[in-house]
């Protein structure tokens, strides 16, 4: 590994890099906050694939895309004057500062308002939340530092944790499943009615009753969908490639034979 000033280096050597770049390259002369917007989420979406694949190459790769998106909005906010990558770096370490006052003790005039030691994983979320609730720039209430532009299950994942911060929640984390089947039980009334937007407000209902079960039981929802994504692609690329194997389209069997086959290669596993 890097010592200290060689990572402070190779820092350095990355903004010279993308101010030579903003200067002399007719690209990226000009980009804009908005242009760079969608390729910054591209790029993220990339890292949480090299991460959902335990692709420490691409971890690396993907991490040194997205530091070049933080360095870029930089250099744009130091043109415009409103702030530079030090305003960013030094914002983001007094913010962190002050939201951990168990490693960083308060000054003496905000013990008052000091979050109480934290001592296990639970405490200091808890205490997070608590805590930005206070902080000048921070958010008014509960559950407006939950992005609207989250995907949706990420979302309501954020809502329920931050809520549940504050003791809206289950006591014991058997509740829930009442929870769950109660709503089942509306989706299918719903459906049985053929009362389409009705059905479509309680399957949304099943689907947050179901991602509450999943934080109950510690299973992050989105890692375990896309886990079965990845094992449905690659059990019926399996079907697809068999298929090709006979000299055969898709179409052209049957759902039997494709059953088989996805049998097959759940063994295979």
Request: hydrophobic share 35%; glycine share 4%.
């Amino acid at each position: 590994m890097h010592t200290r000033e060689e990572k402070l280096a190779a820092f350095g050597r990355l903004m010279d890099v993308l101010d030579r770049l903003r200067t002399e390259c007719p690209w990226d002369r000009k980009q804009t906050n908005q242009s760079l917007r969608t390729n910054t989420i591209e790029e993220v979406y990339e890292l949480s694939d090299a991460i959902i694949d335990s692709d420490t190459h691409n971890i690396s790769k993907e991490l040194g895309d997205v530091l070049m998106h933080v360095l870029f909005y930089a250099r744009i906010g130091s043109e415009t004057g409103d702030f530079d990558i030090a305003d960013v770096c030094n914002a983001e370490a007094e913010k962190l500062i002050f939201r951990h006052p168990h490693i960083y003790p308060p000054k003496t005039e905000e013990k008052e308002t000091a979050s109480p030691t934290a001592t296990t994983a639970e405490q200091v979320l808890h205490n997070w939340e608590q805590i930005k609730l206070r902080e000048k720039d921070g958010n008014h209430s509960v559950l407006a530092g939950v992005p609207k532009s989250l995907p949706s299950l990420i979302k309501a994942y954020r809502i329920q944790d931050k809520v549940g911060n504050y003791g809206f929640d289950w006591q014991h984390r058997d509740e829930v499943w009442a929870k769950v089947h109660e709503e089942i039980d509306e989706l299918r009334a719903a459906l049985n009615k053929e009362d389409t937007p009705h059905a479509q407000e309680e399957f949304g209902d099943v689907l947050f009753s179901l991602i509450n079960a999943a934080r109950h039981y510690h299973i992050n929802p989105d890692n375990a969908l896309e886990t079965t994504n990845k094992k449905f692609i690659y059990r019926f690329n399996y079907i697809e490639q068999k298929a090709h194997q006979q000299g055969r389209n898709l179409n052209e069997m049957t759902l039997e034979e494709m059953d088989a086959l996805w049998t097959e290669v759940k063994q295979k596993e």
